[in-house]
């Protein structure tokens, strides 16, 4: 039987890279990284009703934000949080006045809306976010978020994992050319030329950090507040995780629950904007220039 092709994980450093607890004073290498990681929890702030802060041994920042009761802004942080204006988020839109209510219990700190709650465990900061019109989990971190920082490279790799429940499936990412379920891939976001591609072939020309988790016990949203080079593995390791993770910026992004797709899809135009609708007169006279010869074919098309 033929032995099978092991694929490096795209998230991994490459394999000349060496841990910094693996090295030694008097040796040389390419390059050397940290794996940083929130650590346990030690306190919660409330800056505002629709905001809380979390702190960690790490000194690791987290702050959660509710702009409705079902969506939701996670943003990771050791310094200060990124203020430069959004080049994603409508302008016109502000947090609605939501109030959390912020409760520690035994191995976790829970925080909670009147239709979600984020349960964040203790030890290692691992969130997990309930439904609470049935206490059910709608999306829960497999690990901590962690990044890795090298001497040379600074902070490369910001990621979050969760759990991909069996009948899960996943949708989004504007246009990718493959099955309309993502699963089982690795996508990243960078707008590429791509004239001619081919099934499979990854990036393309758009970059939409957005994708749906649909399942038995409904649908979310998630999307990623990032403008850098973005990567979205849909359980591609057959492992059971979906990972996401960006190369440069924040960890920043929204949760968005619906249970119904149609709401998740909402919720997403409601931080991002919609689009003008075209007028009237200009509906139905839209017709592609490209490869059409010779002008016998434009005028029978039109």
Not at 75 to 94: K, Q
Not at 140 to 146: I, P
Not at 151 to 167: M, P, V
């Amino acid at each position: 039987m033929a032995k099978r092709k092991t694929v490096p994980n795209p998230y991994d450093p490459p394999q000349d890279w060496v841990a910094f607890e693996n090295t030694a004073t008097s040796a040389r290498y390419p390059e050397v990284y940290h794996r940083r990681t929130l650590g346990a929890f030690e306190q919660f702030r409330q800056d505002a009703p629709n905001q809380v802060e979390l702190s960690f041994s790490s000194g690791f920042r987290l702050q959660i934000t509710a702009w409705t009761a079902a969506v939701w802004r996670i943003r990771y942080t050791r310094g200060a949080y990124d203020r430069l204006p959004s080049v994603a988020l409508n302008p016109t839109i502000e947090p609605q006045n939501i109030q959390l209510k912020v409760q520690e219990e035994d191995g976790q700190c829970v925080i909670s809306s009147a239709a979600v709650a984020v349960k964040v465990n203790k030890t290692d900061g691992r969130l997990h976010f309930v439904n609470l019109a049935n206490d059910e989990t709608i999306l829960a971190e497999t690990e901590a978020y962690q990044e890795r920082y090298s001497i040379l490279g600074g902070t490369h790799h910001l990621r979050t994992s969760f759990a991909a429940e069996k009948d899960e499936v996943y949708y989004g990412l504007g246009d990718k050319s493959w099955d309309l379920n993502l699963r089982g891939r690795h996508f990243q976001n960078w707008n590429s030329d791509s004239f001619g591609y081919h099934k499979e072939q990854d990036p393309l020309y758009r970059t939409i950090p957005f994708y749906y988790g649909l399942k038995a016990s409904g649908a979310y949203g998630i999307f990623f507040h990032n403008t850098g080079r973005t990567h979205f593995d849909f359980d591609s390791r057959k492992d059971g995780v979906t990972r996401m993770w960006s190369e440069v910026g924040e960890m920043d992004y929204f949760f968005c629950f619906g249970p119904e797709l149609d709401t998740v899809a909402q919720q997403y135009h409601y931080l991002t904007g919609t689009p003008e609708l075209p007028p009237l007169w200009a509906l139905g006279f839209h017709q592609c220039r490209w490869s059409y010869y010779p002008e016998s074919r434009v005028r029978e098309l039109a």
